[in-house]
């Protein structure tokens, strides 16, 4: 009788090393001794508490587990919930509620959406008719890409359009010649299209909530009052700088293998024929997308659209393509789990970071740092916390906990209260280190064309030329557009 002799999975090492050194740092902090009181600019203490520590040190665990994908990410967003509730930091109801936020529903929805793209055929013809455009060039592939997700970002939320251009990408990915296998060129456009739906997404304030809840900090503070109009005229020049530099940067880290994909125009041109006229499906289906995105655009417009919830407008399309039997529980079961209790863990480290304080107590220690700077400095160090923090908490809470300590300090060194927003607003929108920053980098995952440590490594050069255009825009591109820097 033969035996089968079972071959031993080899030990990865590196796994257990990263592993172990999330759990080490969460021990240390934990069960550190209390940490000194934060003081703001006007002399008032905030206190550490346990719990607060307590999120600081599951912070450190969970960036340790999802930069180095030691676990399925979603099963770290899971950990996160259950570390809160077995450690008493949040109540198990409050930790887990979080997995249900409105949020996260709406991340949900807009997968859905993406879903629904692919299997109606839109996304097809759309890919077609964009490389019948662009022609064969990969470089001129990804700017066509990337500048149709960062115009889209203008009338739509950013995680919408994530949604939206991810079946298109895979469609153009497929027509690559290299099947499901990770590329070069794969890497570039999906994690390019995640950094552009960022970078596009602070022109408009139809692109993202974080605009709206900087510009309310701003007038209850300061009495003034910032304008749609007058928020897209001092970001365009911002937002569509950083489209073109991220272009290159893509080009640089991620030069496609093939310059040229031979025979491309005409092919498309040929499988767009192929498709025949629209189906009955593409043009229903497109009529409800479009008509979500008609409403959530004009809630900036009429108020009276303003009080229904962005996720429960977005999920009414999710049953309509039930009930209409476009989708059907097949579907249902494809939905990409992983990256749904990856953004539930995001929101739920958020919610434990501001509600426990500690996000405050981090914002006030590091601002405290720079009140007594130079300006420029200080708005520099206000943007680069800001850009840190956006990447685990959501950026609305970034803006919440940071802005307000901002606009008190800038007085006191001479800046005018609009470029503390304005460069706030810059680095809130991209979030280029972790996948839990944003929606888009958590759906442009799911392509399986990269890691977690490769979005990682492409975020810090990213982040540089981030910080950097902000520092143009400070000393150079808003001066010239008449934004005022210094007060009189």
């Known amino acids: 009788m033969s035996a089968i002799q079972a071959t031993p999975s080899r030990i990865d090492f590196k796994r257990l090393f990263f592993l172990f050194l999330g759990l080490f740092l969460f021990t240390i902090v934990y069960y550190a001794p209390p940490w000194p009181d934060a003081l703001d600019p006007m002399g008032k203490a905030f206190v550490l508490s346990r719990e607060g520590k307590a999120a600081i040190a599951l912070f450190l ?3 340790t587990w999802w930069v180095f994908e030691v676990l399925p990410i979603g099963i770290t967003g899971l950990t996160i919930g259950v ?5 008493f930091i949040r109540p198990a ?3 887990f509620k979080d997995f249900m936020d409105p949020s996260v529903l709406f991340i949900f929805g807009s997968l859905v ?18 490389l019948s455009i662009v022609g064969e060039r ?4 990804y700017l066509g890409c990337f500048v149709v997700t960062a115009l889209l970002t203008h009338v739509m939320a950013h995680t919408a359009v994530a949604a939206t251009m991810y079946p298109l990408l895979l469609s153009i990915y497929a027509l690559y010649g290299e099947g499901d296998k990770p590329t070069k060129f794969g890497k570039g456009l999906f994690i390019g299209m995640a950094f552009i739906a960022g970078a596009g997404s602070i022109i408009s304030l139809l692109g993202a909530a974080r605009g709206i809840v900087a510009l309310g900090f701003y007038n209850e503070i300061t009495g003034n009052e910032i304008t749609f109009l007058e928020l897209s005229y001092y970001m365009a020049p911002v937002g569509w700088l950083m489209v073109f530099l991220l272009w290159g940067l ?39 997308i479009l008509s979500v995105i008609v409403f959530l655009s004009l809630q900036s417009f009429i108020p009276a659209l303003a009080q229904f919830n962005k996720a429960a407008v977005l999920l009414v399309s999710t049953i309509i393509f039930f009930i209409l039997k476009i989708l059907d529980i097949k579907d249902l079961e494809d939905i990409p789990w992983n990256i749904v209790l990856l953004f539930s863990g995001a929101m739920s480290m958020g919610f434990c970071l501001w509600q426990t304080g500690a996000a405050e107590w981090l914002a006030i220690n590091w ?62 929108g991209m979030p280029f280190l972790l996948l839990v920053g944003a929606a888009p980098n958590a759906i442009a995952y799911n392509s399986k064309q990269f ?7 492409a975020g810090i050069p990213a982040s540089i030329l981030l910080m950097a255009v902000v520092g143009l825009a400070v000393l150079l591109i808003w001066p010239l557009l008449g934004m005022p820097v210094l007060l009189p």
């Open 250 to 288: 893509m080009m640089i880290l991620f030069r496609p293998e093939k310059a040229n994909i031979d025979g491309l125009r005409e092919k498309a041109r040929q499988l767009s024929l192929d498709m025949g006229p629209i189906s009955r499906n593409e043009y229903i289906a497109g009529g409800i």
């Open 61 to 63: 665990l969970a960036g």
């Open 138 to 141: 990969t470089s001129m592939i």
């Open 93 to 95: 109801s409050a930790a």
């Open 83 to 87: 570390v809160q509730a077995l450690f």
């Open 367 to 428: 601002l405290s740092f720079f009140q007594n700077a130079h300006w420029f400095v200080f708005i520099l160090a206000m943007a680069f916390f800001v850009m840190v923090m956006t990447n685990f908490i959501m950026n609305v809470a970034a803006i919440a906990i940071s802005l307000p300590v901002a606009l008190v300090v800038a007085p006191y060194l001479g800046m005018a209260p609009e470029v503390v927003v304005f460069a706030c607003l810059v680095t809130a």
């Open 451 to 457: 890691t977690s440590g490769e979005f990682f490594a």
């Open 113 to 130: 959406i993406g879903m629904v793209f692919t299997k109606v055929g839109i996304t097809k013809r759309m890919a077609y008719k964009m």
